[in-house]
């Protein structure tokens, strides 16, 4: 009873001491974060993700990206934060908020839109979690459940199944909200949008598009727009309502300055960056190959190629290391902590190797597995292949077909793999959908072209004047 009574002083206690003023509805709540806090956890997270993801080298996409969401941000009820906006380099149509004010938005949302409103919408929906601290209170409430204070509201970020692989920034980022907080992003978004006056409504458009796409992701890390954002017919239905009560005026488009910003954009995979043929990994830039084992959900990461069991019971993770072979594998075994066995230097279709066998004990248990270093004229690669330690002679032949199958790669056909781009054409004459297609040829089916052009009829007409994407 004394235990039960103590827990009780200390939750009213850690209550009253957390509680803030919600900048949007002004009404009191649980925050246990500051906003300096709140601020340092977004530049820290923000860090890990541009490392992880990486960011489209394209300065003035980017600078344009961060000129439409800062103005719209700086008229908002936290316009002080250091908002930061950028384009990262992912296919997957999304965008995300970290706390603080840190916003990222994919390229291939980029590739779904049409015009600066349908970029403002979705900017300031994100810019909507930030400024009603969504991301703060589901914070607040996990620390409150670490504590025991509230059972049962413990935060699941949805890190696409990678585990302890994805650092804190991916599971910042992959943040699920409520239907609530999502239709008041969608409220705030609306009318920061509609300050800056652009055409409102242009929003449904974007949501009816994302609600209607596949993954066009391919291998990503990252989660489809629906995954992470519940879209319900009833929130388009809520939007449609809002415009009905929009007072007539003549507001911003601006589809020309879009298109031009898109012109040249990746579209798709990026292949210069590595790729998937099934369970083959070819990268070629670095010209080389490497078999990951069937069943594993592959991703490709800016610093790392990962590999998850279907059971998520085993892992793969190859990346850079430092030195030699030697050198990497010698720094490996000093590591607190990691229990290894002999190593054992060998080459690896001719390439130097030191693999070293390793246990090693976690939050979730003991692992084992295989830490390889493949040493490939300038550059040293790591291998790390671990299971459950009880489940290691399960996956160790995996593990090690894997950690030989590294070699050079010469096919042309690789070392000049190129990746799709965005067209920008504008309409010199009307035509239909049909008919642009036919006289301007893409690389992608008719379905998923008239998907990133938000064209639902192919026989519909377009005016001349209007801006079309094909992609090359």
Known sequence: MRRMWAGAVLGTALFAAGCATNPVTGRTELALISES?????????????????GVVDDAELNAYVQRVGESLARESERPDLPWRFRVVDDPTPNAFALPGGFIYITRGMLSLMEN?????????HEIGHVTARHSVQMISRQQLAQIGLIAGMILVPEIAQFGDLAGTGLQLLFLSYGRDAERQADELGYRYSLQQNYDVREMPDIFVSLARSSELAGQSPLPSWLSSH????ERIERL???LEELPPGQRNVEAADYFDQIDGLVYGNNPR????QGATFLHPELRFRLEFPRGFR?????????????????AIQFTFAQGSAAQAASAFRQQQGIRTGQPRSERINNFPAVIVPFEAQTEGGAIAGYAAYIEDGQRTYQLLTYSAAQNIRAYENAFLQTIGSYQRVSDPSVLNAQPERIDAVRLSSSMTFNEFMRRYPSGID???????????NLSAQLPAGSWVKRVQ
């Open 273 to 276: 960056h590595g790729y998937f």
């Open 298 to 314: 592959l991703a490709n990461l800016t610093s790392a190629v990962q590999a998850i069991s279907e059971q998520q019971d085993a």
């Open 446 to 456: 008719a379905d998923e072209l008239a998907l990133i052009n938000q064209v639902t």
């Open 240 to 242: 449609s309502a809002m």
């Open 230 to 233: 519940p879209l319900p017919q």
């Open 116 to 124: 600066e409103a349908e970029l403002a919408g979705v900017l300031g």
């Open 37 to 53: 806090q709140e601020i340092a956890m977004g530049q820290q997270a923000a860090a890990d993700v541009e490392a992880s993801i």
